[in-house]
């Protein structure tokens, strides 16, 4: 086994090439800075970012119930071609009243 070795590492010499192999990309970084950029990461971007999406949402629900859109019958649009199978047939799934129009338009209209 050992005069293997040998012969391998005698043609690769003569070929030019090394017989070390080169370790992984991820061996090639130290385990313990890369755990501490990423704990770095989470409480310096992820979490200010969380903090702002939550402001964010929060000072746009302060301004109160927006005006709905005028309904336009678009032909293209709220096209049925057989009914749902719940309800009546004419309700999305998730119908809102005051934000989904029918077909004909708002219900409360």
Request: charged share 20%; glycine share 8%.
């Amino acid at each position: 086994m050992a005069a293997a070795a040998v012969l391998v590492s005698r043609a690769s010499r003569l070929l030019g090439r090394s017989v070390v192999r080169r370790p992984m990309s991820s061996g090639a970084h130290d385990e313990e800075s890369s755990a501490r950029m990423w704990k770095a990461l989470t409480y310096f971007v992820a979490l200010p970012g969380v903090g702002v999406s939550m402001l964010n949402v929060f000072l746009k629900s302060r301004h109160g119930e927006h005006d709905r859109q005028e309904f336009i019958a678009y032909p293209h649009l709220r096209i049925r071609t057989k009914p749902f199978p719940w309800g009546d047939g004419n309700h999305t799934l998730f119908h809102n009243p005051h934000t989904n129009p029918l077909p004909t338009g708002y219900e409360d209209e």
